[in-house]
């Protein structure tokens, strides 16, 4: 099996810059995908093909990629940031969709 | 902007299928994946899987042996039935518009429906 691996929370104050990595083995073969979910709602594509940002979503959002992981930079984090976020990606061959765990960003 | 509107009951009883129906709007099925994907309360996301619009199909190697994904290109509607449920597949079950770069073969998801509730409880 496949597996992602995002650490459980991230805390940061308004302004400053949020980091928010995710590992797995296939990710130097795939892409990794970023969505936003706020509470009740459904997630929402924050960055696809590692680093790609969808139109409508903010320029403060960035994504890269290195060896095992991708990481999630939201610069000058604001309140309504607050959220959880989920990588995405697959498995070697690209067949299976693999999540990870979600990692909860506090906005202090 | 294309716009996806999942529907079911929202009360399913143990050992029973689970069907939900997801409507496409805004747009065509065609040529694209669509994928289902839930998140039991509390947790997170899990991709159950996708349907092309020609009808071939890929499953979450968990839940292959109880899950059949459907497409009906004539209503704009792709379907999900998952049998044999428990208290475990209890969960927020989305339908979400499937991307593919064909060189990786890597999917993400750029279209999310809002959701709907299915509890598993007698």
């Known amino acids: 099996s496949f597996e992602l691996t995002q650490p459980p929370s991230v805390s940061v104050s308004p302004g400053q810059t949020a980091r928010i990595t995710c590992s797995g083995d296939?990710?130097?073969?795939?892409?990794g995908s970023w969505y936003q979910q706020k509470p009740g709602q459904a997630p929402v594509l924050v960055i696809y093909k590692d680093s790609e940002r969808p139109s409508g979503i903010p320029e403060r959002f960035s994504g890269s990629s290195s060896g095992t992981r991708v990481t999630l930079t939201i610069s000058g984090v604001q309140a309504e940031d607050e959220a959880d976020y989920y990588c995405?990606?697959?498995?070697?061959?690209?067949?299976?969709?693999?999540f990870g765990g979600g990692t909860e960003l506090t906005v202090l | 902007q294309v716009q996806l509107q999942e529907s079911g009951p929202g009360l399913v009883k143990p050992s029973e299928t689970l069907s939900l129906t997801c409507v496409v709007s805004g747009g065509s099925i065609r040529p694209h994946y669509w994928s289902w994907i839930r998140q039991s309360p509390g947790k997170g996301l899990e991709w159950i899987g996708n349907?092309?619009?020609?009808?071939?199909?890929d499953y979450n190697p968990s839940l292959k042996s109880r899950v059949t994904i459907a497409v009906d290109t004539s209503k704009n509607q792709i379907s999900l039935k998952l049998t044999s449920v428990t208290a475990a597949d209890t969960a927020v079950y989305y339908c979400?518009?499937?991307?593919?770069?064909?060189?990786?073969?890597?999917?993400?998801?750029?279209?999310w429906g809002q959701g709907t509730r299915v509890t598993v409880s007698s």
């Open positions: 995405q990606s697959a498995d070697s061959s690209g067949t299976y969709v693999v």
């Open positions: 979400a518009r499937d991307l593919e770069d064909y060189g990786s073969g890597t999917h993400w998801f750029d279209a």
């Open positions: 296939a990710l130097p073969n795939q892409y």
């Open positions: 349907i092309y619009y020609s009808g071939s199909t």
